[in-house]
């Protein structure tokens, strides 16, 4: 009958891990690192088979490589445990913060934005090639050291400027750091993942890394078909309208 003693914290348990797991789930589907959990998971399912059936000798063996399987799992995981904490952190723990500074500077961000569709728009129509990172939360100085510094206001000529294709700052990316043009032909992290269609180019799998390991905001204009794309957490929202850009900017940046 203690079987079916279920007590509310019990459910609470298992609804959290059940949670947890699919945040997991989520963030290392389609990469390598989802291949390696399937294979440490298989060997787990193997030793507590040969533990139920009393094989003594495979089962010592298996135990001890288990018993090491949490420090294994750290430095195979480390960069999935990473943007695992930076996604809790971001979801749950910056949407006070960025609507305090929303709220702040809420008579500029209109003007900021809309320099920025403006700048898209028109690299669009001529398929010129571009990447603008917006730093939220997140340090971003590390890869901001590996571009050139502009520290300049926003503004949709100078982006067409710096994007265009016979500038020296045009192959890289810019960041904006609080409505400001920090620096340019900056070189981002590239995503792991498998799954990230063909089609795609590296502006596009940049886009993609940066914003798996922080909480940065992404957009890019492809060279090859001039569609406007927008990244967050690791997902890309391709072929918007320079108002679905605008409507999305505006939430998050």
């Known amino acids: 009958m203690d079987f079916f003693d ?14 947890i797991m699919f945040q997991l789930y989520k963030l290392i589907k389609g990469t390598s690192a989802f291949s390696i959990f399937i294979g440490i998971f298989s060997f787990y399912v193997l ?47 910056s949407g006070v913060n960025r609507t305090l500074n929303r709220s702040l500077r ?9 320099e920025v569709v403006t700048a898209c728009e028109n690299m669009s129509n001529t398929r010129t090639g571009a990447l603008i990172v917006f730093a939220r939360r997140n ?6 050291e590996t571009g050139d510094a502009i520290n300049a206001k926003v503004s949709h000529r100078l982006i067409e400027t710096i994007f265009f294709k ?38 596009h799998r940049a886009a993609i890394g940066i914003s798996e390991q922080t909480d940065a905001v992404v957009v890019v204009v ?32």
Not at 107 to 112: A, H, K, R
Not at 139 to 144: A, G, H, P, T
């Open 47 to 93: 030793w507590i088979v040969v533990k139920a059936l009393n094989m003594e000798l495979l089962s010592l063996i298996l135990g001890q490589v288990i018993g090491v399987g949490v420090i294994a799992l750290i430095v195979v995981f480390q960069q999935e445990i990473r943007r695992f904490l930076l996604y809790i952190g971001n979801r749950y723990f």
């Open 166 to 203: 016979n500038t020296p700052l045009h192959d890289g990316a810019m960041i904006i750091v609080n409505q400001r043009i920090e620096t340019a032909r900056c070189v981002l992290p590239t995503t792991e993942r498998i799954d990230v269609p063909a089609y795609l180019g590296m502006r």
């Open 106 to 114: 809420s008579g500029e961000d209109s003007g900021y934005i809309d």
């Open 6 to 19: 279920i007590k509310i914290l019990d459910i609470l348990d298992i609804f959290l891990v059940a949670v």
């Open 139 to 144: 340090d971003l100085s590390i890869v901001q």
């Open 222 to 253: 492809s060279e090859q078909t001039g569609r406007i794309s927008y990244v967050e957490s690791g997902q890309i929202y391709s072929n918007l309208s320079t108002v679905m850009l605008k409507e999305k900017l505006v939430k998050k940046v």
